[in-house]
């Protein structure tokens, strides 16, 4: 590392585990990376990669988001219930009202809500794309007030859910929890 990497890292500030919403009695975070103050870039709403069934908020958060965040963007990283914890669309859901929770104003931080985008690696980027993809349902469900998303950044997104658990449908009933079970019912 050198010494102007070491300064940018120490202008980025981290705020971690704040709350965006409380569902079947889980709470979900999300994390907060930017330089100066948030409202003065962009934001990429962050899903992290991990299959459905793993990884946080904080995978790949050196290498991937701190990245982003030095070049003038604020990265919310999201942690969505994982399939061990609900069934496909619940991830869906919860990256709709982390994206809604930007706008709602009652969490301290301003953003610019004109500049949102949605992104993510591996089942992270195939969520950012299903939010992409669905905005309809996300404003039915938020209302017109809610942020929308202008674009995404799906980094190697697992394009093809059934593909992927491909092992799983060749062995009858794919099991709980996983997406191909979700879209087999």
Same mark, same amino acid.
């Given at each position: 590392m050198t010494d102007t990497e070491s300064v940018l890292d120490a202008e980025i500030q981290h705020v971690?585990?704040?709350?965006?919403?409380?569902?079947? *009695? #889980?709470?979900?975070?999300?994390d907060l990376h930017f330089i100066g103050h948030p409202q003065d870039h962009p934001v990429l709403v962050w899903f992290h990669g991990g299959g459905w069934q793993a *990884?946080? /908020?904080?995978t790949a958060e050196q290498k #991937?988001?701190? /990245?982003?965040?030095?070049? *003038? #963007?604020?990265?919310? /990283? #999201?942690?969505?219930?994982?399939?061990?914890?609900?069934?496909?669309?619940?991830?869906?859901?919860?990256a709709f009202a982390a994206i809604a929770w930007l706008g709602t104003g009652t969490h301290g931080f301003a953003f610019d809500l004109d500049r949102v985008y949605a992104g993510g690696g591996s089942a992270g980027g195939h969520l950012a794309w299903l939010v992409g993809l669905n905005q309809p349902l996300y404003r039915r469900l938020h209302g017109l007030r809610a942020p929308r998303v202008n674009g995404v950044v799906a980094l190697y997104p697992v394009t093809d859910p059934l593909a992927f658990d491909g092992e799983k449908l060749a062995g009858g009933v794919p099991p709980e929890g996983t997406f191909a079970r979700a879209v087999w019912e």
């Open positions: 971690y585990d704040v709350p965006y919403a409380f569902v079947d *009695g #889980i709470r979900l975070t999300l *990884g946080d /908020s904080r #991937i988001l701190w /990245s982003y965040a030095r070049t *003038g #963007i604020t990265v919310a /990283s #999201i942690n969505y219930r994982l399939s061990t914890q609900a069934h496909h669309p619940a991830q869906l859901l919860d």
